[in-house]
């Protein structure tokens, strides 16, 4: 395999941002927003397929020898990131373009900016370029939040902006400490030191602190659910498969390379991402918009997700690797299925979108599975990553983790029968019996032949949803059902990334050779 593939994932998204700024708006625009997100598909194909026999590839910037370079380096778990990312860009980018939201002057070149620092940050084994890497990925969301410039949005930006900042602020100084202790950003001459070096695990430590406040983790979570109801449905549906999941890539990969799996330190996530299963959940439960319901079981499932690093067993690994995969998938799906919803109908409000989906079963069957496999049931995806996560944590005798994640499930599956019965399932308002006549109240006037007049419109068929905005979310949910029924596949790929960061020599090998 060329290795050149690796820093061309970056390159080209930002070459074609670049084009479009420059570029008006229509069909040239498009065609190079969503050809260069399918391009980046068929390399992480690419990649996924060469890595999957436990090969690691790496690539020095330039051909400058390692520790000067820039490296790049591809291993399963970066290369199932990559894929799954660059899906998701694909179909959020296309939900875009179905809604007109593509069509907006920066749309398109801020997309691709933040693709590429994704892909950058995936895939790069310096801790300093990682941080530049999620400013990339940073700056254009910025944008993103704004562009919609509704009060809503720019109050939600604000929060973004102002979160995201102090955060990057405290990763910046973690990366000093770790430079000034350790005299290296390289992660491949990082390997083992915060074992060796009580005051780089202290360092790395604060580099991890700033990964999980930008994955959302609980207590550290309220900028997350006051921020992903602000912009635009399609902005929101990229935004959740690809910021906090970086910072969760970052947490796995850093906590098996650098701290070496240390166990005495694995009880701190096990108790913080159980809080963060909990709370996530039961935050939900008073929400009465649909988007605001799928953020805190955002913040829910992050909490599933870490546990698998918290376990740090090759089934742990395994299954919240697994995990992470599905979620990213499942949790866009939600979010373009009601976002459809949202753009036709102006609201996410449940009360004014009772029924609105009624008489439309393409979009009712792309919601009902996504949420049934966010909830843990077959046959989809998210009911062999539940499955696989519970059994890890009673494998590893974790018996009240387990029973938590199982009653968490149940109110995940309460919650999304909540939007199921107010906008698929229940009567559009004003469909109701006609009032009984009041003492002296003639007929006519309690909905007699005044009545029979206006029942057309009260009783009129909801607006329709046009195909171009359910094929989206229909897609990823076909995915979902896909993974589910061949969940093996997925399976075996994630043993190997779990592999990879268990016992991380080849990694460390492939990104110090000269």
Same mark, same amino acid.
């Given at each position: ?18 084009? +479009?700024?420059? /570029?008006?708006? *229509? ?6 927003? !969503?050809? &260069? $997100?399918?391009?980046? @598909? #068929? ?107 509704? +009060?809503?949005? /720019?109050?939600? *930006? ?6 995201? !900042?102090? &955060? $990057?602020?405290?990763? @910046? #100084? ?107 959940? +039961? ?129 995940? +599956? ?101």
């Amino acid at each position: 395999m060329n290795t050149v593939l690796l820093p061309l994932l970056v390159a080209a998204p930002l070459l074609g941002a670049a084009l +479009l700024t420059v /570029l008006p708006t *229509g069909p040239v625009a498009r065609f190079l927003l !969503l050809g &260069t $997100s399918a391009g980046a @598909l #068929a390399a992480g194909l690419a990649l996924l397929a060469a890595t999957r026999d436990g090969q690691v590839y790496a690539h020095q910037v330039g051909l400058w020898p390692a520790g000067v370079a820039i490296p790049f380096v591809a291993d399963t778990f970066s290369a199932l990131m990559v894929t799954t990312t660059a899906l998701l860009v694909l179909v959020c980018s296309a939900f875009a373009v179905a809604t007109g939201e593509a069509e907006r002057r920066f749309f398109a070149p801020l997309v691709l900016v933040l693709s590429g620092g994704v892909y950058g940050a995936l895939l790069t084994a310096d801790l300093f370029n990682l941080f530049v890497f999620v400013e990339v990925m940073l700056l254009p969301s910025y944008g993103l939040m704004a562009i919609a410039g509704t +009060l809503h949005g /720019l109050r939600g *930006g604000r929060t973004y902006v102002t979160a995201n !900042l102090l &955060t $990057s602020t405290v990763f @910046l #100084a973690g990366v000093a400490l770790v430079y000034g202790t350790a005299g290296t950003v390289h992660l491949g001459e990082l390997a083992g030191a915060a074992q060796d070096s009580p005051v780089v695990a202290v360092a790395m430590g604060l580099v991890l602190l700033a990964m999980m406040v930008k994955a959302a983790v609980v207590p550290v979570h309220g900028w997350l659910v006051r921020t992903y109801t602000a912009p635009s449905p399609a902005v929101t549906a990229l935004f959740s498969g690809l910021h906090t999941k970086v910072a969760i890539y970052v947490i796995y990969r850093l906590y098996a390379l650098v701290f070496d799996g240390e166990a005495s330190l694995l009880w701190i996530g096990l108790v913080v991402f159980t809080a963060t299963m909990a709370v996530g959940v +039961l935050g939900a439960v008073g929400e009465t918009t649909t988007r605001s319901i799928l953020v805190f079981h955002m913040v829910s499932q992050i909490g599933y997700i870490l546990l698998g690093v918290a376990l740090f067993t090759e089934l742990g690994l395994m299954a919240g690797i697994f995990y992470l995969v599905h979620h990213m998938v499942v949790k866009a799906s939600l979010f373009l299925s009601t976002g459809a919803i949202e753009h036709v109908h102006g609201t996410g409000d449940l009360e004014r979108l009772r029924g609105a989906a009624r008489g439309q079963p393409l979009l009712a069957l792309a919601f009902l599975g996504a949420a049934l496999s966010l909830a843990g049931l077959p046959p989809f995806s998210g009911f062999v990553a539940k499955l696989t996560l519970v059994a890890a944590a009673l494998d590893a005798g974790q018996w009240t983790v387990a029973a938590i994640a199982v009653a968490v499930s149940l109110i995940t +599956l309460m919650s999304m029968l909540k939007i199921w019965g107010s906008v698929f399932w229940g009567p559009p308002p004003g469909t109701g019996p006609a009032p009984e006549p009041g003492p002296g109240q003639a007929p006519e006037a309690a909905g007699g032949t005044a009545t029979a007049t206006a029942a057309p419109a009260a009783t009129r068929a909801p607006a329709r949803i046009r195909t171009g905005l359910v094929l989206p979310a229909v897609a990823l949910t076909a995915v979902t059902l896909c993974v589910g029924l061949g969940a093996q596949v997925l399976l075996d790929l994630s043993a190997q990334a779990a592999a990879h960061l268990l016992d991380t020599s080849a990694y460390v090998e492939a990104v110090t050779s000269r």
